[in-house]
């Protein structure tokens, strides 16, 4: 059977779509890879996440991606992010739009479609609950906020939560069976009552009863064009992962913001079915200012396992232009048996004990490990925070040349200064709560980002030259192909982005039906029943000059290296360094990098043990990489570490990339800093005995050995590249290069001066 319309996706965009169609009388087709979940069928063996959980592990409710610079979190399953999220329908300021977004896309104008989104999810503050009364961390949150002077930038966001009589089996306006919010925590996880105005019980559902044929666990792998439209090709997992493809006039493309762009990325550059798709696909990237944190606390007062997942939020707000930070910070509850997952982040001086010097997948391995040997479970004492804001939305998804993995490319250093002002916030309101902030371990070590709002990757643009649809959405040089997610969206809308994909969804496929005949004045029907809705952040008050500064302080610091050695392919022995850079400077095999290695709270390096800083930068290695190097992201850089002697300090370069021949790397490289006789501080200090491995781990097996220099032209120059962020003030600069200096020259004179002291005659 032929469709007029296939939509693949089920998530915000999809169901909008979907909907509309259907209503619209077209013959509708939704390929979801993920499953469906009736009432109680949702995953709870929390001990074992290979039972329901991961996508990876027999197509579960989570696609967690560790992809490059980015740990990406989607969902998978009949209502897409829909079943995870936090509920949560907040409007970008009207500012967001000023930027970026094509004409006709001002607040004023999407308003209305917001309110149809607000009136299909029958969205509504936590105080709209049966009884009126609020949950113990909602009132503990409006406390915190009093404490730290930022009660006029409080607020209680809109959610989509049937906050009917709790646990009570009804009917919502839609005819789907729901329950009343019983406040069990359970949101983000899968709502086993259906409290949750999930997009199965609205959208989807009116989808349904107007024809649409729903095809679930059926993963769309390609998309092709032919004469009467467009194929699209799946894979079948409730058949064993056999392929199978349908055929329509309309594609709409929804699967997700990572995924959509995935698709048409492979579409053009591997399967070549779609050729003329832009080469701006994949640019625009977004993490939408995401940032994860726990606040531990020493006694229980939080009770997160009370009430819906998030019902409070704080703004924060400060700088004009491109350099205005803004975001929103808020509360997160869990249920009660979750509490050992979480427990990896509360037990992290366990998990990454040794830490400072781990790779990402060092860090992979041991979560994995820890969820395996079910870590000691924390009280239920733990509060999440969680906040989003306004990144520079400069990121890429692309495919790697050789093997098309896909990568997601992201300078968290770029948007340094608003992770920093967010984590500042948060350490405010976990002391304010009586405990401390505990950060993912991936941002810890890597600073390495959680992103749970992707956006962007085919932005919507006026000209074909700046995006890859036109602002309706459909994709540039081909007919009745769209893309109606967040994909679309070419920035980062600083809250919550589901009322945002959806009401520009809506946007969207209004216009989309007006071209079909006989369609022209065609209306949702359920727009005449949509009211106004109150955006809470209306209440919110900006004081003049902006929010107040985070009681927290941090400032970081950074300075750009420059090293250059000669090495030598499969040298012995191992440790032979020195022979491996006479046979390497002979025959001219060269290795360099140029690094920009930066440490994001200067006062906690200092004070951590292992020093550890992030390293980016460039590196060549002759033979290994191509004649323009590799980049190195997230490398992990250890100013003098200890060791058992105490005149003996090391400092370590853990650097990944990735070769000409598309295998991963690693360049290990250790500077010893020792007392040997003679004066040798600028050798020891300036001399890097190097490795390159085949892998991304210390432990994987050695190509190359050598060893690398600081020449003195590049040190001089390295001394004009010290930079403190976080500050506006010269003197507070000064300060803290003077504290960095102060540690560094410490640690020398721990290691060549005090010894010899202490043995003086006096």
């Known amino acids: 059977m032929a469709f007029d319309s296939v939509v693949i996706g089920s998530g915000f965009g999809g169901a909008v779509a979907s909907c509309r169609l259907a209503q619209a009388g077209q013959r509708v087709a939704i390929l979801e890879r993920g499953r469906r979940y009736p009432m109680h069928s949702f995953p709870r063996d929390w001990g074992n996440l290979s039972k329901g959980w991961l996508w990876r592990e027999d197509q579960g409710l989570f696609d967690v991606k560790p992809i490059n610079e980015m740990l990406v979190v989607q969902g998978a399953g009949y209502g897409g992010g829909s079943l995870i999220y936090a509920n949560v329908h907040l409007r970008p300021e009207p500012d967001v739009f000023a930027r970026g977004w094509p004409k006709g896309y001002e607040r004023e104008a999407l308003d209305p479609y917001f309110d149809l989104v607000g009136y299909m999810l029958d969205i509504k503050p936590i105080g709209a609950a049966a009884g009126g009364s609020l949950p113990a961390k909602t009132l503990l949150m409006k406390k915190v906020a009093k404490a730290l002077g930022r009660e006029d930038q409080f607020f209680y966001p809109n959610i989509a939560v049937d906050l009917g009589e709790p646990g009570v089996v009804h009917r919502n306006k839609f005819g789907v069976q729901q329950s009343g919010c019983n406040h069990c925590g359970e949101c983000d996880v899968g709502c086993n009552i259906h409290a949750k105005n999930t997009l199965d019980h609205n959208y989807l559902a009116i989808a349904e009863r107007h024809g649409a044929d729903v095809r679930t666990q059926c993963e769309v792998i390609r998309i092709a064009q032919i004469p009467s439209g467009y194929s699209v090709t799946y894979r079948d ?63 229980e007062i939080y009770k997160a396992a009370s009430g819906p997942t998030i019902t409070t939020g704080i703004v924060f707000s400060r700088g004009e232009g491109e350099d205005k930070i803004w975001f929103v910070l808020e509360e997160g509850g869990f249920p009660r048996a979750v509490a050992q997952l979480l427990g990896l982040m509360e037990s992290r001086g366990r998990l990454l004990r040794g830490g400072g010097e781990l790779l990402r997948d060092d860090i992979e391995r041991r979560v994995q490990e820890a969820v395996r040997n079910h870590p000691v479970e924390p009280g239920t004492n733990v509060a999440v925070l969680l906040a989003m804001g306004r990144d520079r939305a400069d990121g890429e998804i692309r495919l790697r040349p050789i093997d098309r993995g896909l990568c997601v490319k992201w300078n968290s250093l770029a948007n340094l200064a608003l992770y920093s002002m967010e984590e500042r916030l948060c350490r405010d309101v976990a002391r304010a709560l009586g405990g401390k902030l505990v950060s993912s371990p991936f941002w810890e070590v890597l600073h390495q980002p959680v992103a749970v709002h992707n956006l962007g990757g085919c932005m919507m643009s006026d000209d074909p030259e700046d995006g890859v649809t036109d602002p309706t959405g459909q994709v540039y040089g081909y007919e009745n192909l769209y893309v109606l997610d967040g994909a679309l969206l070419p920035a980062a809308t600083g809250v919550n982005p589901s009322s945002t994909i959806a009401a520009v969804a809506e946007r969207n496929i209004e216009a989309i039906i007006r071209r079909l005949p006989g369609k022209s004045g065609w209306v949702a029907p359920e727009r005449a029943a949509a009211r106004p809705i109150e955006d809470p952040l209306r209440r919110v008050v900006i004081p003049a000059g902006g929010t107040a500064l985070p009681e927290t302080q941090a400032l970081d610091l950074s300075f750009t290296e420059t090293m250059k050695g000669f090495f030598h392919i499969n040298h012995a022995p191992v440790d032979d360094y020195r022979g491996a850079e006479s046979i390497g400077r002979r025959v001219r095999a060269s290795v360099q990098f140029t690094l920009t290695i930066t440490i994001p709270d200067l006062d906690h390096f200092i004070s951590e043990s292992a020093h550890a800083g992030v390293a980016n930068g460039r590196l060549h290695v002759d033979g290994i990489t191509d004649h323009e190097g590799a980049e190195v992201v997230n490398g992990v850089f250890n100013l003098f570490v200890k060791e058992n002697n105490p005149r003996e300090r090391k400092m370590l370069y853990a650097l990944p990339f990735v070769g000409a021949d598309g295998k991963n790397y690693l360049l290990d490289g250790t500077k010893e800093v020792f007392d040997d006789p003679g004066f040798d501080v600028w050798s020891d200090t300036t001399t890097l005995f190097t490795v390159i491995r085949e892998g991304h781990s210390r432990s994987d097996p050695v190509v190359a050995t050598g060893v690398m220099h600081i020449l003195l032209p590049d040190f001089l120059e390295q001394l004009t590249t010290f930079r403190v962020g976080g500050t506006d003030d010269k003197r507070e600069k000064i300060a803290a290069i003077g504290r960095f200096g102060k540690m560094f020259m410490g640690d020398l004179w721990d290691v060549f001066a005090r010894a010899k002291l202490s043995s003086l005659p006096f």
């Open 237 to 299: 997992h409730r058949k064993g992962g056999v392929l199978a493809s349908v055929e329509a006039t309309s594609v709409f493309v929804c699967a997700g913001a990572v995924n959509s762009t995935e698709l048409l990325l492979r579409c053009r550059d591997e399967h070549r079915t779609l050729p003329r798709i832009s080469p701006r696909i994949g640019h625009g990237y977004s993490a939408n200012g995401d940032f994860l944190a726990l606040a531990v606390c020493s006694q």
